[in-house]
């Protein structure tokens, strides 16, 4: 397999992990009663698809192809399948809490992708980006469940 195919595929499992946060989020959004909390879940909905955008950019000057935030081939929600079944309870403590599951797996998965040390420094620098804001929305997520506890 090729560096840049390597690469590539690294960077589409990233981005379908955050396809998933994004649609996680809007769902926990219109799940939840507090207008501050549906802020929160809206604007790190809106950054995780900008997440997105940035690594669908890196694919592509790899001359390799994105994957499809439709095509999820069997996979729905990966991490956030959790959160289905709490949506019909609007207990925003149980959410908070699958919220800050979800965000650990996908900091998990860019530390992962991060000891790769094939990657160039531009694409290890967009990574460690992201990967600092996930970090800085489970510390956020962790607050506000103390608030709602």
Request: aromatic share 8%; glycine share 2%.
């Amino acid at each position: 397999m090729k560096a840049t195919e390597r690469i590539s595929n690294k960077l589409n499992e990233l981005l379908v992990k955050n396809y998933d946060a994004e649609k996680g989020y809007l769902n926990a959004a219109e799940s939840v009663e507090s207008p501050d909390l549906k802020l929160f879940f809206k604007r790190r909905a809106f950054e995780r698809s900008e997440f997105a955008n940035e690594l669908r950019k890196e694919i592509l000057r790899y001359d390799e192809h994105p994957k499809d935030s439709g095509s999820f081939k069997g996979v729905v929600y990966r991490n956030w399948v959790s959160l289905k079944n709490l949506f019909t309870s609007n207990n925003e403590e149980a959410i908070l809490e699958e919220v800050i599951k979800g965000e650990e797996r996908n900091l998990e998965e860019y530390l992962e992708v991060l000891e790769d040390r094939v990657l160039p420094s531009s694409i290890v620098t967009l990574l460690l980006n992201q990967k600092n804001a996930i970090q800085n929305a489970i510390d956020a997520s962790k607050k506000k469940e103390i608030l709602v506890t």
